[in-house]
């Protein structure tokens, strides 16, 4: 058990276990920081991903785009952030309103009204 | 001898770089963010530091996974901007300062900071859109890029990033040449980019993060890494670099400016400049 663990639910400090678990996950993510293998990625999903060492759950997760699933299945946000830049490309916002589930305008406005949240005590 | 001047803390929300690159600064929905800057840009032009140490983290771009460090100082003769996955932004190519950045590296491992030395270095959003706001499209300044590691923890603590100020302080004035020299610490504020609380901020953290790192920077140290992470959100941990910007300074600065937006993107932006007090009654 981690000593850097939050106490918030939803929120997956990127201590060792996870790192371990979503090493291949983000390796692939890494990939993609060229613009060869964003086009070879694009080309074959299935076939690129086979070259990385991803569990069937993470492998799914990829092809499906189910955002939140990377995150709990060890992808890094800032890694994982690569694979939104693939044909129209995603703002941060549309990111984080796929992983809460809400349509992007309520996610914004929503987020706007809770800012005021209080100095931790 | 070479003195630091003072120190600015800047958000580097990424989203910003598309921004500028075309040319939405003045739009009705970005002038208020972008005006913001304008006081900062006038310092700069009035004070003209020769020299910027920059803390940032990098993003995945030229750090993997594989081998994180903690702190990374660059030592190289320019700092190329990188491909995060969007392509590479048509931004200028930093221009570095070998001759500082050896004597830093040397100073901080006497100091006991054992950090990780880089002669190549790609930079991301976390340097590049601070140079943009600070600097615009033209960048008059050497610098030499500070990297720490916020994405895998263990990160370090808010203590040990104040410590590493006050050793790159200590680098700074040992420095034989007549240089000044402007810190800035980026990152930040509240946000978490990631899980079911995405989307999470919060202006009162923010706030009083502002005014302690002013007034009393000791008790931002003494917060726990997790109480960044409850009380500002996973990605706001950031802030620790904030601190090492801070521990560069005097004890006692003069705000020269400060600058704040909620939301930006998916981030609450925020925007500091301290003077030290010497530099203030130049």
Known sequence: ?121 | MARIIGGIGTSHIPSLGPIIDRGLTQTPEWKPFFDGYAPVQRWLAERRPDLAIVIYNDHGLDFFLDKMPTFAVGAAAEYPPGDEGWGIRPVPTAIGDPDFSWHAIESLVDDEFDITICQELRVDHGFLVPMNLLWQSDWPVRVMPVSINVIQHPVPTPLRCYKLGQALRRAVESYDADIDVVIVGTGGMSHQLHGERAGYLSRAFDTQFLDLLESDPGRLTELSRSAYIDGAGAEAVELIMWLTMRGALEPFVRRVHRFYQMPVSLTAAGLVVFENMAESRR
């Open chain 1, 1 to 121: 058990m981690s000593r850097y663990k939050a106490s918030t639910p939803g929120t997956y400090v990127y201590d060792g276990e996870i790192a371990r678990r979503g090493f291949g996950l983000n390796k692939f993510a890494y990939s993609l920081a060229d613009h060869g293998a964003r086009e070879a990625f694009l080309a074959d999903e299935p076939a690129y991903l086979d070259r990385f060492d991803l569990t069937l759950e993470q492998r799914n997760a990829v092809l499906r785009r189910d955002w939140l699933a990377l995150v709990q299945l060890g992808g890094n946000i800032y890694y994982i952030f690569k694979l939104t830049a693939l044909g129209s490309p995603m703002k941060m916002s549309e990111l984080g309103a796929a992983q809460v589930g809400l349509p992007h305008d309520e996610f914004v406005r929503r987020n706007t009204v809770r800012g005021e949240n209080p100095w931790p005590a």
